[in-house]
């Protein structure tokens, strides 16, 4: 009998662990992965605890994040982070040269970090605070980062691997110390009850995303390998099974997927089941509710309840993935002039990369959520008018969103074209079909973009000042 193959084990990072790669049958990029990630929440404890603000300056602590982001990066992908590091330092360069007015425009070629620090920068020294939202005004940075501060923001050890993005002024208090006080500030805490400024500890919020890390990779370790997406699209199944048979384990498969990355961002990035390696750092206060609780879900990722009960497309998205949402609603959606949906989904697509996977589930997904806004806004307000209506319509509409969202989102996990196709011609197209008739036969109702009408006065604004001028 011929031996079985052994776990993929070539990466680029580094080999030490391979024998613990080899005893738990995962592959070594994994291991090292999740390593990197254990010893960065151990970092994180004694980071918060022993170079805090009050026992060394802000350059130590930055020093620090850096160097650790960079080894991290180096013990994961090897030389292939050399890519990391001259895009950083490219970037770098080109923030201190360009022209203030076109600083945004170099930089929309890389990751999520640049692109923020990018806009912030622009909005803060190249626009005028009356041409900008709310939101933008408050992010905005009017002095250019060190290269230290540039680095510490972009490598930091507790986020280099996989995340999140956070916003440059929240990062640089936190190092300097003034993260949790400015938030308690921006909740007005002495309203809370408090007597005096209170210092919130994260070690309960850690141990909480803890055991919901533990619990998703169990989950991850049973559920998706009893249940393989590949075999929605394998030529049996699909020829001895029902539609309906093969709709239902489309959305168990699906289901049974949502774990690995239920584990992965709540080990990594902070959110009400999420980031121990950030809250543990003491990063990720939001500030105080109603009853006094602290809350550590500045950069939440996901909310799995949320999520897992979402009644509409959008309700979803915003729930999942919630910092890259956050990222594209600041870069491209409150900054398109025309079609927001449609250009901030083709820019995910893009951000994603390039599998065909990504872009057919991109393309879907801006089908899914126009239609499912067609919807709600031509019939959702006959069901408020009592609680019994309200119900079912939740019902129903939760349940059409859950199988939307899984048909949505099978090709990203399949990746290739041919898989796809294959899944959809088995599904007989049946969501695409029905969303482009919805949106033919429904009319559509203009959307009230505060954003919108502010671009509109801005622009009016800038001709009144030319004709003054």
């Not at 206060?285 to 897992?308: C, P, R």
Request: hydrophobic share 45%.
């Amino acid at each position: 009998m011929a031996e079985a193959p052994g776990v993929p084990y070539r990466t680029t990072g580094s080999t030490l662990l391979h024998p613990l790669s080899q005893l738990l049958g995962i592959p070594l990029d994994q291991v090292n992965f999740v390593a990197c990630q254990l010893f960065a929440l151990l970092a994180a404890f004694w980071f918060r605890i022993y170079l805090s603000p009050s026992n060394v300056s802000s350059v130590v602590r930055h020093a620090f994040a850096t160097l650790f982001g960079i080894y991290f990066a180096v013990f994961c992908f090897g030389w292939y982070s050399i890519h990391i590091f001259v895009l950083v330092m490219m970037s770098y360069g080109i923030m201190n040269i360009a022209s203030i007015p076109n600083i945004h425009s170099p930089l929309m070629i890389i990751t999520q970090k640049i692109t923020t620090l990018a806009f912030q920068v622009h909005d803060g020294i190249g626009r005028r605070p009356e041409d900008l939202t709310a939101e933008q005004n408050r992010l905005a940075v009017k002095i250019r980062p060190s290269l230290l501060e540039y680095l510490s923001y972009l490598l930091n050890f507790m986020s280099v691997i996989a995340g999140p993005c956070s916003n440059y002024k929240d990062y640089i208090a936190f190092i300097e110390g003034r993260h949790v006080h400015m938030k308690l500030l921006e909740v007005n805490w002495k309203q809370k009850g408090y007597d005096r400024l209170p210092d919130p500890s994260p070690t309960g919020a850690v141990i909480y995303k803890l055991c919901i890390t533990f619990v998703s990779l169990l989950l991850f370790l049973t559920l998706t390998k009893t249940y393989p997406v590949t075999y929605i699209v394998d030529s049996q199944f699909i020829n001895n099974t029902s539609f309906l048979s093969r709709l239902g384990y489309l959305y168990i498969a699906m289901q049974a997927s949502k774990p690995k990355y239920y584990f992965a961002w709540t080990l990594v990035c902070i959110d009400v089941t999420a980031d121990a390696v950030n809250n543990a750092a003491g990063y990720g206060f939001s500030g105080v509710d109603e009853q006094g609780n602290f809350h550590w879900d500045l950069l939440s990722n996901l909310n799995i309840w949320n999520i897992e009960t979402a009644t509409s497309f959008k309700m979803y998205i915003e729930n999942w993935n919630i910092q890259t949402a956050a990222w594209l609603k600041r870069v491209c959606y409150d900054r398109a002039p025309w079609y927001p949906t449609a250009l901030t989904f083709i820019l995910s697509a893009l951000w994603h990369g390039v599998y065909p996977g990504y872009y057919f589930t991109f393309i879907t997904g801006l089908l899914m959520t126009l239609a499912s806004r067609a919807i709600r806004n031509n019939y959702r307000h006959y069901f408020l008018s009592s609680k019994s209506l309200k119900v079912v319509y939740d019902i129903v509409t939760w349940f059409v969103t859950q199988l939307a969202v899984c048909y949505t989102v099978a090709p990203f996990v399949m990746l290739a074209v041919e898989p796809t196709i294959k899944l959809y011609k088995s599904m007989y197209f049946h969501m695409h079909i029905l969303s482009l008739l919805l949106l033919l036969v429904l009319p559509i109702k203009p959307q009230d973009h505060t954003m919108r009408q502010l671009q509109n006065q801005v622009t009016h604004s800038s001709v009144k000042d030319k004709k003054e001028k």
